[in-house]
T-cell receptor
Framework: DAGITQSPRHKVTETGTPVTLRCHQT?????MYWYRQDPGHGLRLIHY???????DKGEVSDGYSVSRSKTEDFLLTLESATSSQTSVYFC??????????FGPGTRLTVT | GQSLEQPSEVTAVEGAIVQINCTYQ??????LSWYQQHDGGAPTFLSY????GLEETGRFSSFLSRSDSYGYLLLQELQMKDSASYFC??????????FGQGTELSVKP
């Protein structure tokens, strides 16, 4: 299994505050992804990276930004958290886009 | 735009065979992947089809027809531990993977 960790694993925050989620990999994979998962919506792509400092938007990128300054780390920032961003966030990595390895997820609650 | 359609729920009995279908509409299609997720945990990769035809991996097989924009996941000799959510996902140009909404499989004794 790919070594993928996410931090924090759980977070409760207030509306309007900035939040940063971290994804760390030890596999030196090229691609890194952030998804959110909500009931009835499956996994929706927020942003992804195809190399250091190379990122692109996914399906639901509004209100989120990302950064990748090192191969192993991919940060997701909620600039001003809203209740609609309450979700489970998964990070994934892979050498190909079609075969991805997922982290354990971060459960975020915005009150 | 892009869309993927798969049934929301499927129920089958232990030892049986079940097929989960997936139809898609997307541009820049590269291939179709399948993932399994237990109880909201980390999804795990099952299979990938880039070409038409059937790919077999143990009890699981996956099929793709590019001309019909259709694929399926076939699970044989069902076991209780196969109860999970199954997602099809299209691999697109540029490195994106777009997931369907998932099919919840319940395996009954």
């Amino acid at each position: 299994d790919a070594g993928i960790t996410q931090s924090p694993r759980h977070k409760v925050t207030e509306t309007g505050t900035p939040v940063t989620l971290r994804c760390h990999q030890t596999e030196n994979h090229r691609y890194m992804y952030w998804y959110r998962q909500d009931p009835g919506h499956g996994l929706r792509l927020i942003h992804y990276s195809y190399g250091v400092k190379d990122t692109d938007k996914g399906e639901v990128s509004d209100g989120y930004s990302v950064s990748r300054s090192k191969t192993e780390d991919f940060l997701l920032t909620l600039e001003s958290a809203t209740s609609s961003q309450t979700s489970v966030y998964f990070c994934a990595t892979g050498e190909t886009s079609y075969e991805q390895y997922f982290g354990p997820g971060t459960r975020l609650t915005v009150t | 735009g892009q869309s993927l359609e798969q049934p929301s729920e499927v129920t089958a009995v232990e030892g049986a065979i079940v097929q989960i279908n997936c139809t898609y509409q997307t541009s820049g299609f590269y291939g179709l992947s399948w993932y399994q997720q237990h109880d909201g945990g980390a999804p795990t990769f099952l299979s990938y089809n880039a070409l038409d035809g059937l790919e077999e991996t143990g009890r699981f097989s996956s099929f793709l027809s590019r001309s019909d924009s259709y694929g399926y996941l076939l699970l044989q000799e069902l076991q209780m531990k196969d109860s999970a959510s199954y997602f099809c996902a299209v691999s697109r140009q540029g490195g994106k993977l777009i997931f369907g909404q998932g099919t919840e499989l319940s395996v009954k004794p």
